[in-house]
């Protein structure tokens, strides 16, 4: 079955570390996007790709960074610049704009 | 811009209630609307969208109507289950916006036995 794979589910960083959180999925969808959630809010966009090899800053992308050299990858890397880490991070794809799929979440922790 | 404003919550129901959740909007193109429902550490999953004015989408038992007039979909359920206790998010697609979802906060739903 199509679907979008994020990895790991859980995650632990340590003050000045950088992290990558792995999202892959097999739906063919051009577009990809990581948000950002925390506790009793909503989501915010990390960055978004429209097509590989190309991506845009969301609303909150500072201490944050991605790549898109395929299609079906598209990984967050956490850097040490970001100051707030911990939350729940959700990867999501679509098609057309009117069909996106999430996938299931990695929960950072910084300790 | 675009900003997505929902019924805040948490909203706590007996089971057999009649749930309705406001979701109201402002985009800049002609938006397409949607209703995600988030499960205790799970990502969120499609519960139902409307891609034009006077679109009722519907899913599970629940309801939106895409109200141009009003900006408004606003989801509703005539008889909940405990099944039914989740997050709820209302959001929409702009396609004059790259077609980025814009959420609103979400509304926490507790349904009791």
């Known amino acids: 079955d199509g679907g979008i794979t994020q990895s790991p589910k859980y995650l632990f960083r340590k003050e000045g570390q950088n992290v990558t959180l792995s999202c892959e999925q097999n739906l063919n969808h051009d577009a990809m996007y990581w948000y950002r959630q925390d506790p009793g809010q909503g989501l915010r966009l990390i960055y978004y790709?429209?097509?590989?090899?190309?991506?845009q800053k969301g609303d909150i992308a500072e201490g944050y960074s991605v790549s898109r050299e395929k299609k079906e990858s598209f990984p967050l890397t956490v850097t040490s610049a970001q100051k707030n880490p911990t939350a729940f991070y959700l990867c999501?794809?679509?098609?057309?704009?009117?069909?996106?799929?999430f996938g299931s979440g990695t929960r950072l922790t910084v300790v | 811009g675009n900003s997505v404003t929902q019924m805040e919550g948490p909203v706590t129901l007996s089971e057999e209630a009649f749930l309705t959740i406001n979701c109201t909007y402002t985009?800049?193109?002609?938006?397409?609307l949607f209703w995600y429902v988030q499960y205790p550490g799970e990502g969120l999953q499609l519960l139902l969208k409307?891609?034009?004015?006077?679109d009722k989408g519907s899913n599970k038992g629940f309801e939106a109507t895409y109200r141009k007039e009003t900006t408004s979909f606003h989801l509703e359920k005539g008889s909940v289950q405990v099944s039914d206790s989740a997050v709820y998010f209302c959001a929409l697609s702009d396609p004059t916006n790259d077609y980025k979802l814009s959420f609103g906060a979400g509304t926490t739903v507790t349904v009791r036995a």
């Open positions: 409307a891609t034009k004015a006077d």
């Open positions: 999501a794809s679509s098609i057309g704009g009117t069909s996106y799929t």
């Open positions: 985009a800049t193109g002609y938006p397409s």
């Open positions: 790709s429209q097509i590989v090899n190309d991506f």
